[in-house]
């Protein structure tokens, strides 16, 4: 059955730390492009950042670019996003997706590209 779940998120202050995972089965994990969303509430989905198949390009919003840093461990099937001096805007409900077939090694942040999405995981920035 293919799943994502998300975890790690949490209540953190101003320039705190979150590393957030997405444990992925069903699929090779490698064979995908994959990302990371996020929403606030009131909010639509965005894009935070993705990594192409195979490993192959990766791309942040630039909200995050210098903060966030995403990667996987190909052998466990884990996507995962190291966030860093977060912000109170950082906060939202973050969720991990796994892009269509047809996505090849370039990745975009579209909320189109992306097929099946976990449930999300919850962090707040706030002193």
């Known amino acids: 059955q293919l799943q994502l779940v998300e975890s790690g998120g949490g209540l953190v202050q101003p320039g705190g730390s979150l590393r957030l995972s997405c444990a992925t089965s069903?699929?090779?994990?490698?064979?995908?492009?994959t990302g990371w969303f996020r929403q606030a509430p009131g909010k639509g989905r965005e894009g935070v950042s993705c990594?192409?198949?195979?490993?192959?390009?990766?791309r942040y919003a630039d909200s995050v670019k210098g903060r966030f840093t995403i990667s996987r461990d190909n052998a466990n099937n884990t996507l995962y996003l190291q966030m860093n001096s977060l912000k109170p805007e950082d906060t939202g409900v973050y969720y991990c997706?796994?892009?269509?077939?047809?996505?090849?090694?370039?990745?975009?942040?579209?909320?189109?590209?992306?097929?099946?999405w976990g449930r999300g995981t919850q962090v707040t920035v706030s002193s």
């Open positions: 990594i192409g198949r195979a490993d192959g390009t990766i």
């Open positions: 997706a796994r892009g269509k077939f047809w996505v090849g090694p370039v990745c975009q942040m579209s909320v189109s590209w992306f097929d099946y």
């Open positions: 069903g699929f090779t994990l490698d064979h995908y492009a």
